[in-house]
């Protein structure tokens, strides 16, 4: 059986301080820098070297004209439609997937004809509801939570609006549709077109 230590011995280790960090939070001068690398006689800089957040991407090109944007679900396209009061089609019209529904409202509204416009929070501003007015409809569109006064709807009518979820329902039947399939913006909206013009003859 061995006998007891008396003394411990220091064990020496052959290692470096580590530089102290510089008031950017990066690591010291002695290691930032560029470096040789590959044999090619390349000179890249090294990773931890530029202090700061890392630079913005660029976009690739054709993501906005293309219609595609950034939303809960992902990479998708938002379609904005007006239809009658038994579901069918009059306009469509797209945007990227986070953008608000006020985009496409200019658009949907100079196709709109009748006595009364429905729609819901999404389209509640004072501005659009003087736009409808001024085509001679009346606005039947409920109001949003922050507003402090509720104005008003004719809860008949605003009934109505289930012909638009119905709508959209049948449209995401097409498979083409619900996953968009097409590259380009004009290709995916020619064929939401044909789609609801089999809509219109179902």
Known sequence: MARPARAIRPL???????????????????????VRRGGRGRLHRRRHGDPGAPRRRRRKRGVERNCLGRSRGGVSTKIHALVDTKGRPLHVALT??????MIAAPELLAHASGRALIGDTGYDSNEFRAAIRKRG????????????RVLPKRRALYAKRYEVER???????????????????DSFLSLVQICCA???LA
Do not use: C
Request: overall charge positive; hydrophobic content about 40%; glycine content about 8%.
């Open 12 to 34: 020496e280790i052959g290692l470096q301080p580590l530089p102290k960090l510089v008031a950017q939070g990066s690591l010291g001068p002695d290691l930032q820098g560029p």
């Open 198 to 200: 089999v809509l219109w």
């Open 167 to 185: 709508f959209f329902h049948r449209l995401k039947r097409f498979r083409a549709i619900a996953s968009r399939y097409e590259k380009t913006a």
């Open 137 to 148: 409809m009346f606005p039947v569109i409920a109001s949003k939570p922050e507003r402090p």
């Open 96 to 101: 990227q997937g986070q953008r608000h529904e």
